[in-house]
């Protein structure tokens, strides 16, 4: 049975999480649906933005523990097949967070470019008390460049769950809604993405993270490039040609 989908609205595909019985608890096969619902939104050129999101009442428990107890010790690290799914993906992905987003979840949730959460989120990198590190990477990588040093070691270290005011007076969420409307709330700022420039926009998301692990000469010869390349672009030639005559733009990501 398929634990993931993917439906496309007005260019904004949303890929839900769909196991309710476990509170949306991965196992090793729903990873590997996660990455083909990616990997689907990712090639499909009506899909401008993505949303991640659970069914109502959870984003994500975590790990499956009896899915993991019955895999060889030897594989169970390919749990960080997850990280690629969100990091290949070219176009921003919003997370729409409402219950548990635990364990795996939480990394999801950092692995996504914006987080809006329902009232009722809550969050926690609970790995120390299962003997683990950050099972994706995420933790590790993402959260301190969100949250700071600091802020990162708190959770990681203890383990706590913090609830959605917490989540974002930290600054790991970008906004707080009612839970009724956390996923169109999530939509709609998905869609406000595919507004510009489908080509610009994936080269500006690529150039963010790049950005992160290198020192600065590098990057402004790599923003250079990029910037090249929107020159040559059909997006570029349209949106100066939009402007000029005063009407809204057509792009179509070339």
């Known amino acids: 049975m398929a634990h993931i989908s993917l439906a496309v609205h007005e260019h904004v595909g949303t890929i839900t999480i769909d196991r ?21 939104a990712s090639a499909d050129d009506a899909v401008r933005a993505v949303v991640l999101t659970g069914v109502p009442g959870a984003f994500c428990a975590g790990t499956d523990l009896s899915d993991l107890d019955a895999t060889p010790p030897e594989e169970r690290s390919r749990g960080g097949l997850g990280t690629s799914s969100f990091l290949d993906c070219p176009k ?18 950092s692995l996504c470019d914006v987080r809006v959460a329902g009232e009722g989120a809550r969050f926690g990198w609970v790995f120390v008390h299962r003997g683990l590190v950050p099972d994706t990477g995420a933790g590790t990588w993402v959260l301190p460049r969100l949250v700071g040093p600091q802020q990162a070691a708190r959770l990681l270290f203890a383990g706590e769950i913090i609830d959605a005011a917490e989540a974002l007076r930290i600054g790991f969420v970008h906004e707080v809604v009612p839970s009724a409307s956390v996923l169109e709330r999530a939509q709609a700022m998905a869609a406000s993405f595919t507004v510009g420039s489908p080509f610009a926009v994936r080269e500006t998301k690529r150039l963010l993270y790049a950005g992160l692990g290198r020192d600065f000469a590098g990057h402004v010869a790599d923003n250079r490039a990029a910037l090249e390349r929107c020159f040559a672009s059909a997006d570029h030639r349209e949106g100066v040609a939009a402007f000029l005559e005063r009407r809204p733009p057509v792009f179509t990501g070339r």
Request: hydrophobic share 45%; glycine share 12%; aromatic share 8%.
């Open 20 to 40: 309710p019985e476990k509170k949306n608890a991965m196992t090793y096969g729903m990873l590997t649906e996660l990455g083909r619902a990616f990997a689907d």
């Open 92 to 109: 921003p992905v919003v997370a729409a967070v409402d219950g548990p987003a635990v364990g795996m979840g939480a990394e999801f949730t």
